[in-house]
């Protein structure tokens, strides 16, 4: 069972432009995690937010989180060609629960 | 070399083999894990050990079976494959909860 929904699902922009994904998530959790995945390949890992966190960054990157609503959203400023890839959040539950639970997705593609 | 090695990246089997897929990292982490990926529905847990002699099933172990030879070294076996095994497979580990996960690269698996 997927515990986050990512949406959009496909996302298309200019070189150039800010893209923002959306996360929203169930159950309370311990940390969300971004991730992306170029086409058929390993995911990497981009940023965590602790569930005591509101907003964080990195590089182009600013992620946000509301424990209230369950929701949480990347985004990526001055987006790049080489940006376009499928961008995945994930949640990590508390207590005992440590394993990561992942979206299904959203496709991001930035064109020239 | 890379942080989590997986083999083989591609295979194809018939239906009723027996496979193993590999998965070695040189991160040092007790916690590894296995995931499917399936177009369109993100990636699911099969099997997670949090150390050698702690084995785990996730949402969809039914099929397959898991090996933790030392704490660097965590096989996935299907024991009779079938075609709706027919996925990307990953492998990840992890230095605990708050961390982030280290990807492999992936085992494209076909089952004919």
């Known amino acids: 069972s997927q515990q986050g929904e990512e949406d959009p699902q496909a996302l298309s922009i200019q070189e150039g432009e800010n893209a923002t994904m959306n996360c929203s998530y169930k159950t309370s959790i311990n940390n969300l995690q971004w991730y992306r995945q170029n086409s058929g390949r390993g995911l990497v890992h981009l940023i965590l937010?602790?569930?005591?966190?509101r907003e964080k960054h990195s590089g182009r990157l600013r992620v946000t989180l509301d424990t209230s609503k369950k929701s949480s959203s990347l985004l990526i400023t001055a987006s790049r060609a080489a940006d376009t890839a499928s961008y995945f959040c994930a949640t990590e539950g508390g207590g005992s629960n440590y394993k990561l639970t992942f979206g299904k997705g959203t496709l991001l593609t930035v064109n020239p | 070399d890379a942080d989590v090695t997986q083999t083989p990246r591609n295979r194809i089997t018939k239906t009723g083999k027996r496979i193993m897929l590999e998965c070695s990292q040189t991160?040092?982490?007790?916690?590894m894990y296995w995931y499917r990926q399936d177009p369109g529905l993100g990636l699911q847990l099969i099997y997670y050990s949090f150390d050698v002699k702690d084995i785990n099933k996730g949402e969809i172990s039914d099929g397959y079976s898991v090996s933790r030879q030392a704490q660097a070294k965590f096989s996935l076996s299907l024991e009779s494959a079938i075609p709706n095994q027919t996925a990307l497979y990953f492998c990840?580990?992890?230095?605990?909860?708050?961390?982030?996960?280290?990807f492999g690269s992936g085992t494209r698996l076909t089952v004919v």
């Open positions: 991160k040092g982490h007790d916690r």
């Open positions: 937010i602790r569930s005591n966190e």
């Open positions: 990840a580990t992890s230095g605990g909860q708050g961390s982030g996960y280290t």
